[in-house]
């Protein structure tokens, strides 16, 4: 006499055999991805000269480096990171590797493989899956959500608009939102956020500039619609920040503030690309019957314009970093700072520059490529 298995028997193995299968073939997944990477990282090793990567030995068996993301977490959350990350180029040399959740991350503080990576051979790291679903809430075709042609293409693009500075900035722009950083300056040396000051600065002249209208950060009667826009910029950089370290722990944390926060940004800087390719648009030579010339798409221009001009404002950091760190450094030494003073005075007097004076000021030059350096 034969016994039938039970109908809850049967759903639990189907159950448990489906589990094997997903496991086994997860597995199978990440080993072939494995194998891709390897041999095209192989491939461009041979092909550039590239020396033998050093891997990060304290996490040699933790395959999928989960152990390795919560460490990183764990130092996110005490603050910690930067001294981790130190620690960890001090012992395994400039440039080294570690798999984190799954991923092979390499990370460099080598001034040539960064100079190297930034100039010629970005188009090659294929790195907008870690990158696109951070930003393309903020900037969907931005230059961030990139890789390979169309990062190439939208980098082409931008490198026009800014080939010919002369063209396109004002100096005397620049000195009004000078003048308006130095009301926020105090006299006789006090202390003051050098930092908070010098992004203002960047800000304001960056938006100008892209834009056509300063987003008037230094300015102490600022809009309500500009002071919520900068706000809502920088609830989106700590968020893109700190879900860059969580990895794809990323989803388990909520993001309506987030997703606010990048509808409002995304509609203001909209608001202003449709207003400024209006205007650019009323200059185009007409067609006969009186509409614009059909090789002049305002929608994708539109779309184009917001995506370059919110990928400008998120890399407003870079300069204003650079800019804090040279009024530190020189708040330092007085030395260079009067021989710096001397310099200016000497090459211009105490008369706002012109471009062609600005080319003259090498101590200033060689002041600032010592200053990028920290």
Not at 41 to 49: I, P, S
Not at 130 to 150: W, Y
Request: hydrophobic content about 40%; glycine content about 6%.
């Amino acid at each position: 006499m034969s016994t039938q298995p039970s109908p809850g028997a049967t759903r639990q193995g189907s159950l448990l055999g489906a589990i094997l299968l997903a496991f086994v073939g997860i597995q199978i997944v990440l080993l072939a991805r494995g194998l891709y990477q390897t041999r095209k990282l192989r491939a461009l090793e041979r092909l550039y000269g590239c020396e033998k990567l050093c891997d990060e030995s304290d996490f040699r068996y933790d395959v999928f480096g989960i152990v390795k993301a919560i460490k990183l977490g764990s130092h996110f959350r005490r603050r910690t990171s930067l001294l981790y990350t130190n620690s960890l180029f001090q012992r395994y040399g400039e440039t080294y590797a570690s798999d984190v959740l799954g991923h092979r991350l390499i990370f460099t503080c080598s001034a040539k493989n960064i100079k190297h990576m930034l100039s010629i051979a970005f188009v090659d790291f294929d790195s907008s899956p870690l990158r696109k679903p951070l930003f393309e809430s903020i900037t969907p075709h931005g230059i961030f959500t990139l890789d390979g042609a169309d990062w190439k293409r939208s980098r082409g693009q931008m490198r026009n608009r800014l080939s010919n500075l002369r063209s396109v900035i004002d100096l005397d722009l620049c000195e009004q939102h000078f003048q308006a950083f130095l009301q926020h300056v105090p006299p006789n040396g006090q202390v003051f956020d050098v930092q908070r000051c010098t992004s203002a600065l960047a800000l304001d002249m960056q938006t100008r500039f892209f834009l056509g209208e300063s987003v008037d950060a230094l300015s102490f009667t600022q809009s309500q619609e500009k002071k919520q826009f900068i706000e809502d910029i920088e609830i989106v950089k700590e968020i893109i920040v700190r879900d860059g370290f969580r990895g794809p722990l990323r989803h388990l944390m909520p993001k309506r503030a987030f997703h606010k926060s990048c509808w409002r940004a995304r509609k203001y800087i909209m608001a202003q690309a449709r207003r400024e390719v209006e205007r650019r648009s009323s200059s185009i030579e007409k067609t006969k019957d009186g509409h614009a010339s059909t090789d002049f798409n305002k929608s994708e221009e539109i779309s184009l314009f917001a995506d370059q001009a919110m990928s400008i404002v998120f890399a407003n950091d870079s300069m204003s970093t650079t800019l804090s760190g040279l009024l530190f450094c020189l708040s330092k030494d007085e030395r260079i700072v009067k021989k710096l003073r001397a310099s200016i005075i000497d090459a211009i007097g105490l008369t706002p520059p012109t471009w062609n004076q600005l080319g003259m000021l090498h101590y200033v030059r060689w002041v600032l490529q010592e200053a990028s350096k920290y």
